[in-house]
């Protein structure tokens, strides 16, 4: 193995060498991710509704009054126990009955809804996921719906208001539409290894190969390169016949 530095010219002559198996390498990898990308790609859809909850204590959100710091404390600390109650059978199960139409089972509502407070706030939003953006709607405006009409009866003196209800759209996107960035990122992960196995290589294979390896390894100039030669045909010349040729010219030069 060599044990001198190499510096940034040698980098680019073993890049220019082995060029041929850094584009294989990249090119293979980077086909591959675009292929597994949209080959498996299933588009998600995703709609949201926006939730106002308080208690008893605290004040209407849309009077001139304004809520004392415990109370907003207190709005906080009870958003954690409805997010639990949302995703829970006692809600879901209301929803099931009540929008049959949906054809969905409690468990999938479960599994496909998400809720999280706006900013510690006591705005809640509710958020579900699905295969299809229509039904995406149906599905979170409905579970709002139950949320906001069961919420008095599970927990008295508490309340929610509908903030923003979720609308259908003309041309929605798909919330997991990173196919590009795959590709992107496995064209770069794909180059910076094969650059790497190209210097490695490299740097393992101890052969000298050309007139700088000569000068570098043996710290010697050299006097002159025999070129590689082809007959007409297109094909190398014979050992036999290059030998007599050879032994020729260097007869002759020495005569």
């Known amino acids: 193995m060599r044990s001198e530095e190499i510096d940034l010219r040698e ?10 198996l850094i584009l294989l390498m990249v090119l293979g990898c980077t ?3 675009a292929y597994i990308s949209y080959a498996t790609y299933v588009p998600l859809y995703s709609a949201q509704t926006k939730v106002y909850v308080n208690n008893a204590d605290a004040l209407d959100p849309f009077s001139r009054g ?48 998400s809720v ?12 579900v996921t699905s295969l299809s953006h229509e039904r995406a709607v149906m599905m979170v405006n409905a579970i709002t719906d139950v949320f906001v009409t069961e919420l008095p009866k599970i927990s008295p003196g508490h309340s929610a208001v509908l903030l923003t209800e979720a609308k259908f759209a003309a041309n929605p996107s798909p919330v997991n539409e990173k196919r590009n960035t795959y590709i992107v990122l496995a064209f770069l992960g794909s180059l910076i290894l094969a650059v790497g196995i190209a210097i490695l290589l490299d740097v393992l294979d101890d052969r000298i190969k050309d007139e700088a ?43």
């Open 11 to 20: 980098y680019v002559r073993i890049v220019r060498r082995r060029l041929w």
């Open 31 to 33: 086909t591959g991710a």
């Open 66 to 113: 304004a809520m004392t710091i415990g109370q907003m404390s207190a709005n906080n600390s009870v958003i954690e126990t409805y997010k639990e109650i949302i995703r829970t059978p006692i809600i879901m199960d209301k929803v099931v009955e009540r929008y049959p139409q949906l054809d969905v089972s409690t468990e999938e509502l479960i599994r496909s809804v």
């Open 116 to 127: 999280h407070a706006l900013n510690n706030t006591s705005v809640m939003i509710i958020s």
């Open 213 to 255: 390896d000569v000068v570098r390894v043996l710290g010697i100039s050299t006097l002159a390169s025999v070129p590689k030669t082809r007959l007409r045909s297109g094909r190398p010349r014979s050992r036999k016949g290059a030998k007599g040729r050879i032994g020729e010219e260097a007869y002759a030069t020495v005569k």
